[in-house]
């Protein structure tokens, strides 16, 4: 089970359950704009394998083709850097930018009755402690411990993240990223 469907189903589901990482929407960099640090407003379109929806705070479904933003590059640098946005954004309980950049694995995890993205995040909140939060909010990933699966998938274990606190795949799980359109996107 993916981390994204695995917290957003906790979240909904079970009060003592472990929770998923985000990353932060910092000053975006050349090679990571799909975040702006603004929450996503407007219309897109989500990945070829979900339905099309709103962006918006309550949104699962990010956009990946029919954004006015720049491309975010394939690189797998690119991915990890997308997937510490994702965990700063967990930390600062930033649910737009969580529901943007988790947006297929959140869409599946509502298919499967985990109930829409904002409410599974905040119910992931009020389940991980004041440290984990703020550890995350600047948790960064060790690149020798990501796998790369060709050029649209990227894998990160929970012993990748790097903070001030040891997070573990029963906290977090163990992550997939997957470059839709133009942009990562937590798929797994």
């Avoid at 600062?92 to 869409?107: F, N, S």
């Avoid at 790369?148 to 012993?159: M, N």
């Amino acid at each position: 089970m993916t981390v994204a469907t695995l917290i957003l189903l906790t979240a909904c589901n079970d009060g003592d359950s472990p929770k998923k990482q985000t990353a932060d929407r910092p000053t975006p960099t050349a090679s990571a704009p799909p975040s702006t640090g603004a929450p996503t407003t407007g219309s897109s379109t989500s990945p070829a394998s979900a339905t099309s929806t709103p962006a918006a705070v309550g949104s699962q479904v990010p956009s990946a083709t029919t954004d006015a933003r720049a491309p975010q590059g394939a690189s797998p640098e690119a991915a990890i850097r997308r997937f510490e946005e994702f965990l700063h954004g967990v930390g600062r309980e930033d649910i737009a930018t969580l529901c943007e950049i988790a947006g297929p694995a959140a869409k599946q995890a509502e298919n499967e009755g985990a109930g829409p993205c904002a409410t599974s995040f905040a119910g992931m909140f009020r389940m991980m402690s004041a440290t984990q939060k703020k550890a995350l909010t600047t948790a960064t990933v060790d690149p020798k411990l990501v796998s790369v699966r060709g050029t649209d998938r990227v894998d990160i274990p929970a012993h990748a993240i790097k903070a001030t606190t040891t997070f573990t795949s029963g906290d977090l799980g163990d992550s997939t990223l997957r470059f839709i359109g133009n942009a990562w996107y937590v798929v797994d």
